[in-house]
Nanobody, 114 residues
Framework: VQLVESGGGLVQAGGSLRLSCAAS????????MSWYRQATGKQRELVASITSGGTTNYAYSVKGRFTISRDNGKSTVYLQMNSLKPEDTADYYC?????????WGQGTQVAVSS
């Protein structure tokens, strides 16, 4: 199983980024997919999730600014991040979960300057 995140970088406050997570080695369509983030000195937190059926859920802090989506044909999950704030600065991780199978990517860095 491999999850490869991309799309991170440095952006000014108010800007946008789109993260991608390409999965391989799994039947992507049956997995619930999520994005988590971990800021320096803080615990990892759930940012957004999308079930195999397409139901989405967002952390309150990103609701209305971030959008999670998936393309089962490309085995890829996306996180569109708009109106970025300095407090969004963190390492962002992709997670794929199905029953007891729980897989993580290596993460991609997002830095938002004020």
């Amino acid at each position: 199983v491999q999850l490869v995140e991309s799309g991170g970088g440095l952006v000014q406050a108010g800007g946008s980024l789109r993260l991608s997570c390409a999965a391989s080695g799994i039947i992507f369509s049956i997995y619930d997919m999520s994005w988590y983030r971990q800021a320096t000195g803080k615990q990892r937190e759930l940012v957004a999730s999308i079930t195999s059926g397409g139901t989405t859920n967002y952390a309150y802090s990103v609701k209305g600014r971030f959008t999670i989506s998936r393309d089962n044909g490309k085995s890829t999950v996306y996180l569109q991040m708009n109106s970025l704030k300095p407090e969004d600065t963190a390492d962002y991780y992709c997670n794929a979960r199905f029953r007891s199978f729980d897989n993580w990517g290596q993460g991609t860095q997002v830095a938002v300057s004020s």
